[in-house]
């Protein structure tokens, strides 16, 4: 915050080229070129950032003007058809009573042998030798977490690339799979990479779609089975 | 309007990947932002794409929004702003038709509307009404219609320049109004 002070009314505009940068891009008078490259820093340098969320805010007062316009309903649909209407198996607890999988399956000959193939190999948890991917982290937190799922070896591995876990406190990862309660991965954090065996009843969530989330815990972890304190950081696995 | 609450919840379940949450936040809230996206690109097919791109962000990113000091509604319209913005700027030809600009630079909100909106409101509209009303109508039209310097120094007929060096003045002395 104490940054923050620096940036004030008083420096007027030559002072700060940053910020003036950061409300012409909020404001949104900037040319395509200009634009893509704050957009970057945007990304790429939190103070930039910052300066941004500020401006929004700011200038989301002006929103009130804008007048509420119902889309037509096509719209729902075509976007749920983008999102959703994928070929994936995901948020689904029972395959049978999945909908993307019929519809998998009503793809056509090649892919539904080939989804039946593979989801016979799950059902009897043989190693398909895949590995799943994700990135966590959360906007406003330190904290980022990599993690990496081995199906064929059902191990876990997870990596802590910044953010120090305090001392009289626990990380603890959590598997989240449709409308299910999170289920608890064990404990991370610390220095390098940590690898978790998953359990043979958790090995079946593992699949591209699910949540991957991490909480503050006291040490120890959670002692309900649920995350008791806030969630610090979380990503959607992926297939790579 | 639903309450900030509603959102927050909202957009929390759908970074867990909860779909009726999605659907009850795109319920709650496409409304405003199709306005906010057609007001901006004035073209329904258009603002029709960029409602699409939204919420495949809103929908792959909601765990970007937590307890940020972000209103999840200005969030949301911010990502929205930033599309059809961006979507604009992006056009082959700057189609800027001189009259329509000068048209729409003109609605300023009503003094009703103002009381509606409450007290944060009327403290960014006395903050614009600071300003020369060339300036403040600049500001507006900018963040309402999303025009560029280009089409805010043809409107102006004023050096792009010179637009920018006074923008940039407008918008310092706005924030050090808002600040107060």
Known sequence: MSDKANIGPGMGTEGNEDDALAAEYVLGVLDQAERSTLALRVKTDTAFARLVTDWEARLSDLDEAYEAQTPPASVKVALDRRLFDQPQLENHNSLWASLTFWRLISVGAVLGLMALVLISLWTINQPVGQTLVASLSAVNRTEQFVALYETDTQTLRISTISGDKPTDKDFELWIISGDNSPKSLGLVGGVGDKALRVTTSLQSKFVAGVTLAVSLEPEGGSTTGLPTGPVIAVGIVKNI | ?180
């Open chain 2, 1 to 180: 309007m639903p309450t900030p609450n509603d959102i927050t919840g909202l957009l929390a379940r759908v970074a867990l990947g909860d779909r009726q949450a999605f659907d009850l936040l795109y319920q709650k809230t496409s409304a405003k932002l199709f306005g906010v996206s057609l007001r901006l690109l004035k073209d329904r097919t258009e603002a029709e794409d960029v409602l699409q791109e939204v919420y495949i962000k809103v929908w792959q990113r909601a765990d970007r929004f937590n307890q940020s000091d972000a209103s999840p509604m200005s969030w949301l319209i911010a990502i929205t702003r930033n599309h059809a913005i961006d979507r604009i700027r992006a056009r082959k030809t700057v189609t800027a038709d001189i009259e329509e600009i000068a048209e729409l630079a003109d609605k300023a909100p009503t003094p009703e509307a103002n009381v509606i909106a409450g007290s944060d409101r009327r403290k960014i509209n006395e903050c614009l009404e600071q300003l020369e009303k060339v300036k403040s109508s600049a500001v507006r039209g900018a963040y309402m219609e999303g025009y560029s310097y280009q089409e805010l120094s043809d409107r102006y007929k004023i050096p792009l320049n010179t637009v920018r060096t006074w923008l940039r003045r407008s918008l310092a002395k706005l924030k050090e109004c808002l600040s107060e």
